[in-house]
């Protein structure tokens, strides 16, 4: 079955630093990889997808990806933090169900960016 | 927005009441869903829908019905809300349900049930 697994429930950076948040992927095919931002109150955005082809994966506001297969990682990095930043992370990887395809998302990570 | 709505936004209701939340969309995806958020769980499946009268369970479906009989709406029921459904709950959709297709999710129903 697959899984995610995000390392973390909170992770702090100053402004300006880098932004280093970490997801472990299990799956027993190809994966298909997401990371979401949700900022307070609102829904999950979409930052990137890793699906096939190039294993660095760039997404918006300055995020990017690396799919690494042989260490099962797909995880998520901004060189430099911004204060608007500060959000809850998901990865998630797609499962089969049925003919469907269905997201399982990981617990979560907390970013928070002091000044 | 893509053009997904939920309503209401909150709700408080009492334990053993039914409850039921809407999710309308204005794109025409076939395929539609619902989740619950709990702190230390991220999201939860509760049931999803690939097309009008089409539906199947999540992992967390027991207490909750769904319906759908327009391809815009997809309503989610609490058949007897208890406190362990308190919760915040996101519909989100999918014009594919294919593995490559993100979502694009609502604002949420913050729920407390009392």
């Known amino acids: 079955a697959q899984s995610v697994t995000q390392l973390g429930s909170h992770v702090s950076v100053s402004e300006g630093a880098l932004v280093l948040l970490r997801c472990n992927y299990s799956?027993?095919?190809?994966?298909?990889l997401f990371w979401y931002v949700q900022y307070p109150n609102q829904g999950l955005q979409l930052l990137l997808k890793?699906?096939?082809?190039?294993?660095l994966v760039k997404g918006i506001n300055g995020f990017e990806a690396e799919f690494k297969k042989s260490e099962t990682s797909f995880h998520l990095t901004k060189p430099s933090a911004h204060m608007s930043d500060a959000a809850e992370y998901f990865c998630a990887v797609t499962r089969a169900s049925g003919g469907s395809y269905i997201p399982t998302f990981g617990r979560g990570t907390s970013l928070i960016v002091h000044p | 927005d893509a053009g997904i709505t939920q309503s209401p936004r909150h709700k408080v209701t009492e334990t053993g009441t039914p409850v039921t939340l809407r999710c309308h969309q204005t794109?025409?995806?076939?395929?539609m869903y619902w989740y619950r958020q709990d702190p230390g769980h991220g999201l939860r499946l509760i049931h999803y829908?690939?097309?009008?009268?089409?539906?199947d369970k999540g992992e967390v479906s027991d207490g909750y019905s769904v319906s759908r009989s327009k391809t815009e709406d997809f309503l989610l029921t609490l058949e007897s809300a208890t406190s362990s459904q308190t919760s915040v709950y996101f519909c989100?959709?999918?014009?594919?349900?294919?593995?490559?297709?993100?979502?694009?999710f609502g604002s949420g129903t913050r729920l407390t049930v009392v």
């Open positions: 829908s690939y097309g009008v009268k089409d539906t």
């Open positions: 890793y699906t096939t082809g190039a294993t």
């Open positions: 989100a959709i999918s014009e594919s349900g294919r593995e490559n297709y993100g979502y694009t």
């Open positions: 794109e025409n995806h076939r395929y």
């Open positions: 799956s027993s095919v190809p994966p298909y």
